[in-house]
T-cell receptor, first 112, second 111 residues
Framework: SAVISQKPSRDICQRGTSLTIQCQVDSQVTMMFWYRQQPGQSLTLIATANQGSEATYESGFVIDKFPISRPNLTFSTLTVSNMSPEDSSIYLC?????????FGQGTRLTVV | TQLLEQSPQFLSIQEGENLTVYCNSSSVFSSLQWYRQEPGEGPVLLVTVVTGGEVKKLKRLTFQFGDARKDSSLHITAAQPGDTGLYLCAGVNNAGNMLTFGGGTRLMVKP
């Protein structure tokens, strides 16, 4: 199994600012995933982060808006840049643990 | 692109009722998983189905995988308020390291 610590758990931010979300895993993993989720709805994959290489972004998500760092095998950050109210959502990081996915508790972001 | 469609999107029932959630894929995944998510938490794995025709039971939850391995269902017997949550089906890719999620089913069980 894997234990994921994600922070902050929630934040309220002004439009035009940026927020960096941190994800710490208790074991070394090759791939880390960042998802966005509207409350009560399913998860949308933003990008896959591999250590030592640039993240791979899904359609509709770009690096300038959601820069990702992956400095080592246990840590990653996702930045939501130049925020607008449309970025209000829950952001989750995840890792694949051989047979199942493990998730952080999520960061609930509100942009005002 | 592999897609997973879940139905219904939302279900509100009384305690003690039975329900079924469906997950249909446009193609075959190596396996299919069901996750449950409660508010403020990340999804947690309930079950993995791999073989066509497979049936797995987890207390009052019964999971089925279609013979063609493109559809699955989750049946809950005698639902309880503790079953309330978001149920997600997810297909595992052929490399076995990535998920494609269905649209989710939000279940509310009223006492």
């Amino acid at each position: 199994s894997a234990v994921i610590s994600q922070k902050p758990s929630r934040d309220i931010c002004q439009r035009g600012t940026s927020l960096t979300i941190q994800c710490q895993v208790d074991s070394q993993v090759t791939m880390m995933f960042w998802y966005r989720q509207q409350p009560g709805q399913s998860l949308t994959l933003i990008a896959t982060a591999n250590q030592g290489s640039e993240a791979t972004y899904e359609s509709g998500f770009v690096i300038d808006k959601f820069p990702i760092s992956r400095p080592n095998l246990t840590f990653s950050t996702l930045t939501v840049s130049n925020m607008s109210p449309e970025d209000s959502s829950i952001y989750l990081c995840s890792v694949w643990g051989f047979t199942e996915a493990f998730f952080g508790q999520g960061t609930r972001l509100t942009v005002v | 692109t592999q897609l997973l469609e879940q139905s219904p999107q939302f279900l509100s029932i009384q305690e003690g009722e039975n329900l079924t959630v469906y997950c249909n894929s446009s193609s075959v995944f190596s396996s299919l998983q069901w996750y449950r998510q409660e508010p403020g938490e990340g999804p947690v794995l309930l079950v993995t189905v791999v073989t066509g025709g497979e049936v797995k039971k987890l207390k009052r939850l019964t999971f089925q995988f279609g013979d063609a391995r493109k559809d699955s269902s989750l049946h809950i017997t005698a639902a309880q308020p503790g079953d309330t949550g978001l149920y997600l089906c997810a297909g595992v890719n052929n490399a076995g390291n990535m998920l494609t999620f269905g649209g989710g089913t939000r279940l509310m069980v009223k006492p």
